[in-house]
Structures are given as structure tokens and as C-alpha cells.
């Protein structure tokens, strides 16, 4: 396994980071990232602005979504942040193309 916690948004070019983590991982491995939608603070290098793009992204990279969990900005829901570009935490179980479904 592999993970980049709320690594993403500090880097400028998270495309190639991705890039390389998908080129340094085992073949079988699980990869565990998460990062937030719409949250352009000081120290966020980058500012992903949907799941669309950040997916698209994941894929570009050739890592495929396993799994996805979105949690929206407390007190709202995530159709209300995604809506009006609030911050949303997001998080990714990820795996290399043709890696079976099984663990």
C-alpha cells in the first residue's frame, strides 16, 4: 500500500506527483490519497474545483477509483457544497488498471 494524505493541494503539478506514484507502486498495490475540493487557503498550492476534475486526473494518471468518500463542509450537505463550491474533503482507495477486484 501506498498513501498521500492531503499532499495534493501543497504541490504545483499534482498531475505528474500522481504520475509517479502510480509508476512506483507494486503492480497489486492499494494507493490511499486525499485532498479537498474548494479550499483555496494560503498553503494550498492548488485548488481542485470538482470531483469531475480531480477523477479525471486520477485517471489520466492511469490509477482507477476503488473506492470514494466525500465529506462536505460541516452544517452543509454535499449537494450544497458541491452546488456552491464549498469545501469538501475528499478521499480515494485507488489501484493500477487490470488489478483485480479482490483484496
Do not use: W
Not at 11 to 36: M, Q
Amino acid at each position: 500500500a501506498c498513501g498521500a494524505g492531503e499532499v495534493l493541494e501543497h504541490v504545483e503539478h499534482p498531475e505528474l506527483f500522481l504520475l509517479k506514484i502510480g509508476r512506483c507502486v507494486a503492480p497489486n498495490a492499494f494507493i490511499f490519497v486525499s485532498t479537498c475540493l474548494n479550499a483555496p487557503v494560503l498553503d494550498h498550492i492548488y485548488n481542485f474545483e470538482s470531483v469531475e476534475k480531480l477523477e479525471s486526473m486520477l485517471g489520466a494518471a492511469d490509477l482507477v477509483v476503488r473506492e470514494r468518500l466525500l465529506i462536505p463542509h460541516v452544517g452543509r450537505t454535499l449537494d450544497q457544497c458541491l452546488a456552491r463550491k464549498l469545501p469538501v474533503s475528499v478521499a480515494y482507495l485507488l489501484r493500477k488498471p487490470g488489478q483485480g477486484e479482490s483484496p
